[in-house]
């Protein structure tokens, strides 16, 4: 599990100006999976409100109150703690 | 009675338990309680993402249409504003705008400043300057008061029927999970039921029930949006979109 979260973490969590971001594409299937196994491994992850999930009844940053959405793709209030 | 649309925006934090869409529902169902109105629904609009936008995590705004007696319009929004004041997040910047429809003096300016807000940064004068050309109730309850800019932008997007989703999802009675469109008009606040490409369903069609059932604006109408099922399911021939799917609406 550690390692498919550092693998995660590697391929898809960008730096951008100081802040890190998820960059994959929610419509793609290999990327929505990271961001399940990202969720499933953070002891942060709170599921947000029900007007602002984004998937049913998964656990996923994507669903995550932490998130938030940027431009292109998002970042987290915590920092990616799992990374 | 006159048709009112009443927005709020900014009132959480990221460490809230709650969601603006929560406050807005409250005030909407003490409307109700205390007689001066009926609801219709409150709808979810989503705004620019955008680095120059302090929003806290998705930078949507929260409002409801209701029919009003008139001589309640002060209560409604002295009872807004200070629930709002009172219950917005500490450290949150709400914004709160109440319109009525038939009195807003160009109502196509209002519109196209919710989606300017959609596309662009906008100010917060920008938005007062406008609220107060167009004889509409603006107000601020805390922190910088940038909620404004959402609370007006998200009155517009609703006038032009053409913006959001309804908040929460519907409980509809099915069976094994499927419901004709006929049972699902009687049911529940919908106008229509129609395909994605915009094709009406026809009352005795059936649809596949999701564990999101939530209709969107379209042309001031509540319209349940459905797709063809997915291939190997059995039953029916359309389903609801899933929260994915509907959220681009």
Sequence with gaps: ?????????????????????????????????????????????????????F???????YNCRFRRWAHFGFSCYKDFPVG | MIRVLVCADDTDRIDSD?????????ISDTMEERGWGKSHGVTRHQLLIHPDIPYTSHNSSMCFAADLNEADLDALTGY??????????????????????????????LIAFGRKAKDTVVTKQEACSLAQQLGVHLSEHGGTGQGV???????????????????????????????TVESILAQANIDLVKSLEGVLLA??????????VKPVLQNGKYVLLVAPVDAGDSGGAWQTLTKQQLKGY
């Design chain 2, 18 to 26: 709650w969601g603006t869409g929560e406050l807005v529902s409250l």
């Design chain 1, 55 to 61: 998937l049913d009844d998964v656990v996923t940053c």
């Design chain 2, 203 to 212: 009352n005795n069609e059936l649809v596949r029930l999701g564990n999101t």
């Design chain 2, 149 to 179: 800019i959402g609370a007006l932008a998200g009155v517009g997007l609703r006038l032009s029927g053409n913006d959001g989703r309804m908040k929460g999802k519907l409980k509809l009675k099915s069976i094994d999970g499927i419901a």
């Design chain 2, 80 to 109: 807004a504003a200070e629930f709002l004041a009172r219950e917005s997040a500490s450290g949150s910047d709400p914004g709160l705008c109440i319109a009525v429809a038939e009195r807003v003096k160009e109502p196509e300016l």
């Design chain 1, 1 to 53: 599990m550690k390692n498919k979260v550092i693998e995660v973490t590697v391929k898809y969590i960008k730096e951008i100006d100081g802040i890190k971001y998820f960059t994959g594409d929610s419509s793609v299937g290999e990327d929505l999976n990271a961001t399940v196994i990202l969720a499933e491994a953070c002891p942060f992850y709170r599921e947000d409100v029900d007007e602002e999930l």
